[in-house]
């Protein structure tokens, strides 16, 4: 039976899935209420970015979202680890997305995040996934 940490990291990667829809759609203000404000966040995204600090990560996010590229994501094979007030979640992410000639494709992404409690909550406070041309195309740098 899993216990009530890792239900809640759980949650929170059914949330970083809608946190990406939105900002595959244009909204990039959802990642907000996922990810930790302070300065020892990273963000290592697809398309080849490396971010310290929530400022440089949300500005990162918000430049994605401003792309408007459409498209859907879904994890699969989610593998959680909780340990204290830190957990990993491993899994693949399924998306359908425009590349750099406007064609749908879809590609999947091996991605890692790393929650840390924070008054309570879980937090993102690292997010990693792999680079993928087809990703680096349809976002550029």
Same mark, same amino acid.
């Given at each position: 039976m899993p216990s009530d940490d890792e239900i809640a990291i759980r949650a929170a990667v059914s949330q970083w899935f809608d946190v990406l829809n939105a900002m595959l759609n244009g909204d990039a203000e959802p990642l907000a209420a996922l990810y930790s404000h302070n300065d020892d966040v990273t963000y290592m995204g697809a398309e080849g970015t490396y971010r310290v600090g929530w400022s440089a990560t949300f500005a990162d996010w918000k430049? %994605?979202?401003k792309k408007d590229i459409g498209g859907s994501a879904e994890g699969r094979d989610i593998h959680v680890v909780v340990?204290?007030?830190l957990a990993t979640a491993s899994h693949l992410t399924v998306?359908?997305?425009a590349n750099a %000639?406007?064609?749908?494709?879809?590609v999947t992404v091996r991605e890692t995040s790393?929650?840390?409690?924070e008054d309570g909550a879980w937090r993102m406070i690292a997010h990693h996934a792999d680079a993928i041309q087809d990703l680096v195309e349809a976002f550029g740098n």
């Open positions: 430049a %994605q979202a340990s204290g007030d998306s359908s997305i %000639q406007g064609e749908r494709t879809e790393v929650f840390r409690k």
